[in-house]
Nanobody, 123 residues
Framework: QVQLVESGGGLVQAGGSLRLSCAASGFTFSSFFVAWFRQAPGKEREFVADISGSGSTTRYADSVKGRFTVSRDNAKNTVYLQMNALKPEDTAVYYC????????????????WGQGTQVTVSS
């Protein structure tokens, strides 16, 4: 069965860095876009970044552009989110999700989600 498992969250001071990992199994990993989302307490879940199956195409939310980098290692079935220059407003639970393919093309729907990993940035 399809599984996505996030790891790497934790507590960091403002200005610090963390690298999140999303380990995938149960599907042909390199065929799918994978996205990162986050949800802060009392707020709606928001898009952070995504990456194509080959890793050649990436997309970022304006709020993280220039600070976060999404990458993947298809040999390890893992997607990464490198987060630098962290701010207190980056505090949230971070989720990875598989992008749904519709007629073989990426959509903006997500069919499988991980359980999330907490990132807390102190000021």
């Amino acid at each position: 069965q399809v599984q996505l498992v996030e790891s790497g969250g934790g507590l960091v001071q403002a200005g610090g860095s963390l690298r999140l990992s999303c380990a995938a199994s149960g599907f042909t990993f390199s065929s799918f876009f994978v996205a990162w989302f986050r949800q802060a307490p009392g707020k709606e879940r928001e898009f952070v970044a995504d990456i194509s199956g080959s890793g050649s195409t990436t997309r970022y939310a304006d709020s993280v552009k220039g600070r976060f980098t999404v990458s993947r290692d298809n040999a390890k079935n893992t997607v990464y989110l490198q987060m630098n220059a962290l701010k207190p407003e980056d505090t949230a639970v971070y989720y990875c999700a598989r992008v749904t393919l519709i007629r073989g093309q990426r959509s903006f729907e997500y069919d499988y989600w991980g359980q999330g990993t907490q990132v807390t940035v102190s000021s």
